[in-house]
T-cell receptor, first 115, second 112 residues
Framework: ETGVTQSPTHLIKTRGQQVTLRCSSQ?????VSWYQQALGQGPQFIFQ???????GRGNFPPRFSGLQFPNYSSELNVNALELDDSALYLC??????????????FGPGTRLTVT | DQQVKQNSPSLSVQEGRISILNCDYT??????FLWYKKYPAEGPTFLIS?????DKNEDGRFTVFLNKSAKHLSLHIVPSQPGDSAVYFC???????????FGQGTTLQVKP
């Protein structure tokens, strides 16, 4: 069974640029959630996708967008990067669907630095 | 608005002793509470959970206690081992959202 993988591991971008982060879900999982973890803080929910549809969003501006593909892999896109976007971005997959307490399996994260 | 709070940034415990990690919450609508453990350069891994209708759940060395009237939960690790040294996150979830709300984390150091 393949776990959750994320790419790239690290990324450095300049303010105003755009970035795409990628996540491959664990086999058999149809739900993916994205989290932002700032230094010294807990992960904050960005949004969740279930079967290619957005299914809930946290307090993040529209310049944070996502996609989920038919194979349930996912992308997080961030436009017009700001310095405060520097963080660890985590994705988590689960088989819980729209509602569920099924365990979320996290990837190792992508460390984004905006200069 | 921090709905889940871990007020102790760090905790140091001697090997073999009990580790107690605390968490407070404000939203009485949470259905489940979870604890995650995170090692450096890895994603959080699920440790143990408890339903809001229970007051205790035990799994091996790990026990979670829930006090709904105080909106407080705690994770007990007995006996603590050096391999338990990690950042521990408390999280809460409502079933109809599937959204995990995390606390800030507590760094546990277990000294040999």
């Amino acid at each position: 069974e393949t776990g959750v993988t994320q790419s790239p591991t690290h990324l450095i971008k300049t303010r105003g640029q755009q970035v795409t982060l990628r996540c491959s879900s664990q086999s058999g999982h149809n739900t993916v959630s994205w989290y932002q973890q700032a230094l010294g803080q807990g992960p904050q929910f960005i949004f969740q996708y279930y079967r290619e549809e957005e299914n809930g969003r946290g307090n993040f501006p529209p310049r944070f967008s996502g996609l989920q593909f038919p194979n349930y892999s996912s992308e997080l896109n961030v436009n017009a990067l700001e310095l405060d976007d520097s963080a660890l971005y985590l994705c988590a997959s689960s088989s819980g669907g729209i509602a569920g307490i099924d365990e979320q399996y996290f990837g190792p994260g992508t460390r984004l630095t905006v200069t | 608005d921090q709905q889940v709070k871990q007020n102790s940034p760090s905790l140091s415990v001697q090997e073999g002793r009990i580790s107690i990690l605390n968490c407070d919450y404000t939203n009485s609508m949470f259905d489940y509470f979870l604890w995650y453990k995170k090692y450096p350069a890895e994603g959080p891994t699920f440790l143990i959970s408890i339903s809001s209708i229970k007051d205790k759940n035990e799994d091996g060395r790990f026990t979670v206690f829930l006090n709904k009237s105080a909106k407080h939960l705690s994770l007990h690790i007995v006996p603590s081992q050096p391999g338990d040294s990690a950042v521990y996150f408390c999280a809460a979830i409502t079933i109809n959202t599937g959204k995990l709300i995390f606390g800030q984390g507590t760094t546990l150091q277990v000294k040999p």
